[in-house]
């Protein structure tokens, strides 16, 4: 991305009498932010965008801010609930309503994309999550087993549901791209983030899984981004996402990853500059998933222990 400055002067004409030094202090600075063609002559297709705080949203911006052409595709419920309609008219990209654990849904999206975009499709990304355990605050040792169903399929049976249809509609390019979002949880266990983990998990080996069978046969990449807590609509209803926000930005030496910094690697997934990356789950955490305690952390975590120290200063576990 280039950001070029332009000072552009607010007086019509400069006088040459003015000092330099406050000439420049009366001038107006404009940046335009200008891709770098990464993607041009790309098509693609991004499911999950919901609002501007969305993961999807920032790729769908940065996709098409590096010259692809792209399509839109949500559930009906939050195409009418949520503000995607207003990113199709920005991006002049269609949004095509699909629930993404419908196959015949999903065979919709992938032939009115190929019909919008004039051709078969180069990347995709599965911006999907939702858990009815979470949302009904049942604990994971109190889970309700068709609402465990309901999260395996729409988190990550989508995704091969995805890819089965894509690969028998031929509809991806030789050397496409699809992305898929994950978290961490699905190799350690997080407080609070309940069945969701089940389903990072299962994300993730769909993504190797197929993504043999798809490189073998077509030379199509598949992978995960594992991404760090981000504050979406999605990532609110994690238990005590503030909490876990401040730990892991604590935790990780270059902080973490905003949603915008997803997109950018969503990008560079989606370009000709990773053509030999596949079936991996790549970590994009700031450096979080190597650390076991950083200074940060440990000088938050000593403060807990303050009300547990006699007069003498010692530290009473209790
Ligand atoms: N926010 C985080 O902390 C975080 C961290 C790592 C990974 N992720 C993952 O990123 C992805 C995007 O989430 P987000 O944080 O941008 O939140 P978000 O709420 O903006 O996006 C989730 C999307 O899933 C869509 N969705 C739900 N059910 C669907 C269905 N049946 N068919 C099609 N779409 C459906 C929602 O409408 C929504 O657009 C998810 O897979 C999430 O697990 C999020």
Not at 2 to 29: A, M, Q
Not at 188 to 202: E, P
Not at 288 to 316: L, P
Request: charged fraction near 25%; aromatic fraction near 8%.
């Amino acid at each position: 991305m280039h950001i070029i400055c332009i000072f552009v002067p607010k007086f019509s004409l400069l006088n040459e009498t003015i000092p330099t030094e406050i000439r420049f202090i009366n001038v107006t600075k404009k940046c335009i932010i200008m891709g770098n063609d990464l993607l041009k002559g790309k098509r693609g297709i991004i499911f999950g965008a919901l609002n501007d705080m969305s993961i999807a949203w920032k790729v769908a911006e940065r996709a098409v801010e590096e010259g692809a052409i792209i399509t839109l595709s949500n559930t009906p419920l939050a195409v009418r609930m949520g503000t995607t309609n207003e990113l199709s008219e920005k991006l002049n990209a269609k949004l095509i309503p699909a629930d993404a654990t419908s196959v015949s849904d999903l065979e919709n999206v992938f032939k009115e994309s190929m019909e919008a975009l004039g051709g078969k499709i180069d990347f995709v990304l599965h911006s999907i999550g939702m858990s009815p355990n979470v949302r009904k605050k049942r604990t994971y040792d109190d889970l309700d087993y068709d609402m465990l169903t309901s999260t395996i399929d729409i988190s990550a049976i989508s995704f091969h549901k995805m890819l089965q249809v894509a690969k028998k509609m031929d509809a991806i390019n030789e050397y496409g791209s699809v992305v898929a979002l994950s978290y961490m949880a699905a190799q350690r266990t997080v407080f609070g983030y309940n069945d969701m983990a089940d389903a990072k998990s299962m994300l993730e080996s769909i993504a190797r899984s197929f993504g043999y069978i798809y490189g073998r046969e077509h030379n199509v990449r598949v992978n995960t981004i594992s991404q760090s807590p981000t504050p979406t609509t999605a990532g609110s209803g994690v238990k005590n996402m503030d909490g876990l926000l401040d730990y892991s930005e604590r935790m990780s030496p270059l902080g973490n990853a905003t949603a915008a910094e997803c997109a950018d690697y969503c990008v560079v997934m989606f370009s000709d500059l990773t053509r030999k990356v596949t079936m991996q789950n790549l970590l994009h955490d700031g450096g979080f998933s190597s650390m076991a305690m950083s200074y940060r952390v440990m000088e938050q975590y000593n403060k807990s222990f303050e009300e547990f120290k006699d007069e003498n200063g010692k530290i009473i576990y209790g």
